[in-house]
């Protein structure tokens, strides 16, 4: 299976995220964390309404970490959590054609908090965890590369 981008995220969602930034942190040595809490209108599968996730961003080698909290909603981050644990539940990749849909897989979410010049989704999940076993999330370049550039600013003052 071909994306046409670049791998550049690993999603994790976890139950708690200070318990999640803190066990990442002593485990892996990773941190620090910048904290981004979201709250936006989207869609999972066939449900529609709000979503609020507390999130953490840090560097993990090459790629970035995303650390989800699902707080509201009936998302994949919920589902993922609840049937199968804390864990990696996505890949991301910033694209340039977010209507890709490589052997056919289905676009199961659709995240409105940042849209497109066209009105779609900007962020969107493509259901592959049966093949791959994990959903792969396609994210236009142009808001992977602002928020990027946020979390490598975040880091460098940390570091100063």
Same mark, same amino acid.
């Given at each position: 299976?071909?994306?046409?981008?670049?791998?550049?995220?690993?999603?994790?969602? /976890?139950?708690?995220?200070?318990?999640?930034?803190?066990?990442?942190?002593n485990?892996?040595?990773?941190?620090?964390?910048?904290?981004?809490?979201?709250?936006?209108?989207?869609?999972?599968?066939d449900?529609?309404?709000?979503?609020?996730?507390?999130?953490?961003?840090?560097?993990?080698?090459?790629?970035?970490?995303?650390?989800?909290?699902? /707080?509201?909603?009936?998302?994949?981050?919920?589902?993922?959590l609840?049937?199968?644990?804390?864990?990696?539940?996505?890949?991301?990749?910033?694209?340039?054609?977010?209507?890709?849909?490589?052997?056919? /897989?289905?676009?199961?979410?659709?995240?409105?908090?940042?849209?497109?010049?066209?009105?779609?989704? @900007?962020?969107?999940?493509?259901d592959?965890?049966?093949?791959?076993?994990?959903?792969?999330?396609?994210s236009?370049?142009?808001?992977?590369?602002?928020?990027?550039?946020?979390?490598?600013?975040?880091?460098?003052?940390? @570091?100063?």
């Amino acid at each position: 299976m071909k994306f046409k981008g670049d791998f550049y995220q690993i999603g994790v969602v /976890v139950r708690d995220i200070d318990a999640g930034m803190a066990h990442y942190r002593n485990l892996l040595g990773l941190g620090p964390f910048w904290r981004l809490d979201t709250d936006y209108e989207g869609r999972y599968r066939d449900w529609r309404g709000r979503f609020a996730n507390k999130n953490a961003f840090t560097k993990w080698g090459d790629v970035y970490l995303e650390m989800i909290e699902p /707080v509201v909603g009936q998302g994949n981050a919920r589902e993922w959590l609840d049937t199968r644990g804390e864990g990696i539940f996505h890949l991301g990749y910033a694209v340039d054609d977010l209507s890709q849909r490589p052997e056919g /897989v289905e676009c199961v979410f659709e995240s409105w908090g940042a849209k497109m010049p066209n009105g779609d989704a @900007a962020v969107i999940h493509l259901d592959t965890v049966e093949q791959l076993g994990y959903y792969v999330e396609l994210s236009d370049r142009a808001l992977v590369d602002k928020l990027n550039a946020r979390i490598d600013t975040f880091m460098q003052e940390q @570091a100063a």
